[in-house]
C-alpha cells in the first residue's frame, strides 16, 4: 500500500516541482527584494544570536558565526518546512474539494521549497567561511550528507502527518510553533553539544541525545563546516565542541537518524494514505 | 469493451458540519462525546453503476440529490463510506474550471500549474501550450497575471487546460453552461469530439436538453439513491415525474383563482429557464394588465384538463388539453370575447394565442356563473413548461373583464430523443423510385 502510495506520488513528480516553483515564485517574484528575503532571515538569527551569546554572554566559541550557520541553516530549512507544510492542505482547500491529485504533494511542496531556500542559504555559510578564512573538514562530507538526508525525510513525515491534522483541528499550527521552540533549544544548535552531553554521560544517559534525530544532523553538519570537534587552542581554552570521534561514528549516528527518519516517513505515509480521502470533505 | 467506471453498492454519509469539533482545544474542552450524538446525512445510498468507455452519462437530479457528490465520488474527490470504485483511465475533473490558478502567477505560468494538478507532464504541457492558448482565445494576455483577467477569459483558459489534458474519463460538472454562445459551442464540439474518439463522459446538468443532445444513458438521483438509469428520454421523464411528485402541493395543475404565483424554481425544472418578458402575451391583446380590471364578469378558476389526468400531471407530446374557464357575472355580458395564450417559460415566447372571435364561436353573452372550454384536440408541443393566460375583454379589447397571467402551467415531457419545442409528426422513409 505504502509502496503504490509513493508510486502515484512520483507519477506527480513534475506536479510537486511546479508546487515548489510556485511557491518560489510568488514569494520573490512579488516583493521588491526577492531572493534577499530569503537570505536576510539567517543574516538576523546570527546578528541576534552573535550578539547574545558571543558578545554578551561570552561563549568563548572560536568563528562563532560559522559554528552557528552550520548548525542553524539546517535547522531553518526544517522548521520552513513544517511551518509551510501544516496548512499546505487547508490553504489550498478550493483545490482539493475540486481535482483530484495525490494530496501528498502538498506539504511535500512545502519541505521542497524548504529545501531550496536552504541551497539559497548555504550562500551565507561559505560567504562567512570566506570572511572568517576558515576551512571545512570534508572527510565529514558524506556523514553530514546523510545527516541532512534524515533531517529532510523527518520534516516530509511530521509535515503529512501535520498538514492532515491541521484539516481537522484548525489550531495545529499552535502547536506546531509551541513544540518548534522547545526542539530548537533542546537541539545544541547555538550551545555546543558537549556542553549537555558531558553532564548526561555522568549519568550514563549520554545517548539520550543522539536520539534526536535534529540533534545528528546538527553535529554532524558542524563536524563537516566547522571543521574540528574543539576550539583550537591557540585563540581558546581548547573547550570541547562536539564529540571528537571518527568519521565512521559520524556516519554510524547519521544512518541511525536516517533510519528512523524513514521508518517515520513509512508510517506517515500510511496514515496519510488512510486519511487523504476524508480531506476533501472535513475541509 | 470493459466498464471505464464501476461503482458497488456506493454509500456516502457526512457528518453534519456543526457538530464536527473543529480545533484541538474543542475536542479537549467538549471531550469524546462530541462526534458520538450527530447522525450521519446520507449523500448517496447504495448506488451500482457501470459505465462503459464509450459512453456519455448524464447525471441528474434536483439540488441536493447526491449527483455532484456522486461526480466527485466518481473523481476521486470523496472517497465512499461504504462500496468500492473502479476508475480505468486517466480522469480530468471539470468541476471547476482554474481551480488552482493562483492570482499573481500569469496565465502562462497557471497554463503549467494547473496543467500539473490535472496530471501533465511539463513535456506534454509544453506541446500543447499553443493549442491551449488558442483554444481560450486569450493570445494576447498570457503573460499578464490571472488576477487582472475577466471571469470569461478566466474560465476560458481553465476550460482549454482540462480539455487539453488528453483524459480517458472526463468529469463535467455544470461547467458547459459558461462563457459566451460561441464559447459554448466550441466546448459542446470538443465533448462531441472527446465522444467520437470513444471516450468516457459523465455530465453533470440542469439542463435536460442539454443530455438529451450529448447523453447516451441518463441517471437520475433522488435522496443519494439512483432511481433511474437508461436512455435519455426515459430517464429525463422518471425525474420530473419525481420533481413533480416532491411539488406536488405547489405545483398543482388546478390552481386556485388566487393563489400565489408558483415560484419560478418549482415550475421550471430544467434548464434555469426564466420566465422571460410577458409583455408578448399581453401586447397581443391590447396592452391590457392584471391591475385595469372592471371585473363584471370574474374568473372564479380556471382548469387544465386531460384523459391520464389521475395517473399524471403532465402530457405528452400530441395529447389532448382541455382549458376551462369557470366564471361568474355581475349581470349579463353581451359585449364579451374569452382570450387565450400559451407562453414557453424556459424563453416567455407566446406559442399560440387566439379568442373566440378569432375562433369564430363568438360568445352571445354571458350570465350568471357558468364554464367556457377550450378544447385543444392536439397539444403538438415536445417538452417544457408551459403558462397559460386568459382573459375576458370586450369584443374590441377595450374593455378588460377580469384577466389571469400565467397562474396557471402545464408541462410537456419529451420521451424520445428529439430536441426542440414543438412536436412534428415526422415519419422516416426511403423512397425506391428515386
Keep these: 500500500m505504502t509502496g503504490g502510495h509513493l508510486a502515484e506520488i512520483w507519477r506527480y513528480r513534475e506536479l510537486l516541482w511546479t508546487l515548489v516553483r510556485r511557491d518560489l515564485k510568488v514569494r520573490y517574484q512579488s516583493s521588491a527584494l526577492g531572493f534577499v528575503w530569503s537570505l536576510l532571515n539567517p543574516l538576523v538569527y546570527l546578528v541576534v544570536y552573535y550578539l547574545v551569546f558571543e558578545v554578551f554572554l561570552k561563549n568563548g566559541i572560536d568563528r562563532f558565526p560559522v559554528f552557528l550557520l552550520s548548525g542553524l541553516l539546517p535547522w531553518l530549512m526544517f522548521s520552513g518546512a513544517l511551518m509551510a507544510g501544516t496548512p499546505s492542505i487547508t490553504a489550498n482547500g478550493s483545490l482539493v474539494k475540486k481535482v483530484w491529485f495525490p494530496r501528498a504533494v502538498l506539504p511535500l511542496a512545502a519541505v521542497g521549497t524548504a529545501m531550496v531556500n536552504f541551497f539559497l542559504q548555504l550562500s551565507v555559510l561559505v560567504a562567512s567561511l570566506v570572511i572568517f578564512q576558515w576551512v571545512p573538514d570534508p572527510a565529514y562530507l558524506v556523514p553530514a550528507l546523510i545527516g541532512l538526508a534524515a533531517m529532510i525525510v523527518l520534516a516530509a513525515a511530521l509535515a503529512l502527518v501535520l498538514s492532515v491534522a491541521n484539516v481537522r483541528a484548525r489550531d495545529t499550527m499552535h502547536l506546531v510553533e509551541v513544540a518548534m521552540l522547545v526542539w530548537f533549544w533542546l537541539t545544541p544548535i547555538v550551545y555546543q553539544f558537549e556542553r549537555p552531553y558531558q553532564a548526561l554521560v555522568d549519568r550514563g544517559l549520554g545517548w539520550l541525545m543522539l536520539l534526536n534525530p535534529l540533534t545528528v544532523t546538527t553535529i554532524t553538519m558542524q563536524r563537516l563546516f566547522y571543521g574540528r570537534a574543539d576550539v583550537p587552542s591557540a585563540t581558546g581554552n581548547g573547550m570541547k565542541l562536539i564529540p571528537d570521534k571518527s568519521v565512521l561514528w559520524y556516519m554510524g549516528i547519521a544512518l541511525f537518524a536516517l533510519a528512523v527518519g524513514v521508518a517515520a516517513f513509512a508510517l506517515a505515509l500510511r496514515f496519510f494514505a488512510r486519511r487523504e480521502g476524508d480531506l476533501a470533505e472535513d475541509i | ?168 474519463i472526463l468529469l463535467i460538472d455544470e461547467v458547459l453552461s459558461v462563457g459566451d454562445e460561441t464559447f459554448q459551442r466550441k466546448c459542446l464540439d470538443r465533448v462531441r469530439q472527446f465522444q467520437k474518439d470513444g471516450r468516457t463522459i459523465v455530465v453533470v446538468t440542469h439542463s435536460a436538453d442539454l443530455l438529451r443532445q450529448i447523453a447516451d444513458s441518463v441517471a437520475v438521483l433522488d435522496g443519494g439513491r439512483l432511481v433511474a438509469y437508461g436512455p435519455p428520454g426515459e430517464a429525463i421523464r422518471s425525474f420530473r415525474e419525481h420533481l413533480l411528485e416532491r411539488q406536488l402541493d405547489r405545483q398543482a395543475v388546478v390552481d386556485e383563482r388566487h393563489a400565489q404565483e408558483i415560484p419560478e424554481s418549482a415550475a421550471t425544472d430544467a434548464g434555469g429557464a426564466s420566465v422571460g418578458t410577458r409583455q408578448t402575451a399581453t401586447e397581443a391583446r391590447g396592452s391590457t394588465q392584471e391591475g385595469n380590471r372592471d371585473l363584471a364578469v370574474r374568473i372564479d378558476s380556471i382548469e387544465l384538463l386531460h384523459d391520464r389526468l389521475a395517473e399524471r400531471s ?71 413548461t408551459f403558462a397559460v393566460t386568459v382573459g375576458i375583454v370586450s369584443r374590441d379589447f377595450g374593455r378588460v373583464y377580469d384577466w389571469s397571467e400565467q397562474r396557471h402551467r402545464f408541462e410537456v415531457m419529451n420521451p424520445s430523443r428529439s430536441v426542440g419545442v414543438v412536436a412534428l409528426p415526422v415519419t422516416v422513409s426511403q423512397p425506391a423510385d428515386r
Excluded at chain 2, 447526491?66 to 472517497?79: A, D, M, P, Q, Y
Design chain 2, 314 to 384: 403532465y402530457l405528452l407530446p400530441g395529447e389532448g388539453l382541455t382549458i376551462a374557464v369557470h366564471y361568474t357575472c355581475r349581470e349579463r355580458i353581451d359585449d364579451v370575447t374569452i382570450g387565450l395564450s400559451i407562453v414557453n417559460l424556459a424563453d416567455g415566447k407566446e406559442l399560440f394565442g387566439t379568442n373566440t372571435e378569432y375562433l369564430d364561436a363568438p360568445l352571445a353573452y354571458l350570465e350568471g356563473s357558468g364554464t367556457v372550454c377550450f378544447d385543444l384536440a392536439a397539444v403538438p408541443l415536445l417538452d417544457g
Design chain 2, 1 to 168: 469493451m470493459g466498464s471505464a467506471i464501476r461503482l458497488d453498492g456506493v454509500s456516502k454519509s457526512f457528518l453534519i458540519g456543526s457538530d464536527r469539533p473543529a480545533s484541538l482545544k474543542e475536542r479537549i474542552v467538549r471531550g469524546r462525546r462530541s462526534t458520538s450524538g450527530s447522525a450521519p446525512f446520507w449523500a448517496l445510498r447504495d448506488v451500482d453503476l457501470a459505465i462503459e468507455t464509450w459512453q456519455t452519462v448524464g447525471l441528474l437530479g434536483h439540488n441536493g440529490s447526491g449527483k455532484s457528490t456522486l461526480l466527485k465520488v466518481v473523481g476521486g474527490i470523496l472517497s465512499p463510506t461504504k462500496g468500492t470504485v473502479e476508475r480505468h483511465g486517466r480522469i480530468a475533473s471539470l468541476l471547476e474550471l482554474g481551480a488552482g490558478f493562483h492570482p499573481d502567477l500569469t496565465g502562462r505560468e497557471n497554463v503549467f500549474l494547473n496543467g500539473a494538478i490535472l496530471g501533465l507532464s511539463q513535456q506534454e504541457l509544453r506541446s500543447r501550450f499553443d493549442a491551449i492558448v488558442e483554444f481560450a482565445e486569450i493570445e494576447q494576455f498570457i503573460d499578464t497575471p490571472v488576477r487582472s483577467y475577466s471571469s470569461g477569459m478566466y474560465m476560458r483558459l481553465g476550460f482549454a487546460v482540462a480539455v487539453n489534458v488528453d483524459p480517458d
